[in-house]
């Protein structure tokens, strides 16, 4: 299933910081950012819902992220 969240990360620099925390909550998933689009997209490929997890591990470390819908 792909998952797809809007997101307040708008610079490489801090996906570069952020992904050690998305490489342990997605160990078994392929994630990607799209930071042209004006939702700085966050895709998920995962096997197994991790919507709220991912939504409060970002919240968490104070960057907004919500799921858009299909």
């Known amino acids: 299933m792909i998952f797809v969240f809007k997101t307040s990360i ?3 620099k801090t996906i570069k910081l952020l992904t050690p925390h998305l ?3 997605l160990a078994v998933s392929d994630w990607n950012f ?3 689009d ?3 997209i966050l ?5 197994i819902n991790i919507v709220k997890k991912t939504i409060e591990i970002l919240n968490d470390i104070g960057f907004e992220c919500e799921e ?3």
């Open 10 to 12: 708008s610079s490489k």
């Open 23 to 25: 490489n342990k909550l």
């Open 34 to 36: 799209d930071l042209e």
């Open 38 to 40: 004006c939702d700085n």
């Open 43 to 47: 895709r998920i490929n995962s096997q």
């Open 68 to 70: 858009l819908p299909e």
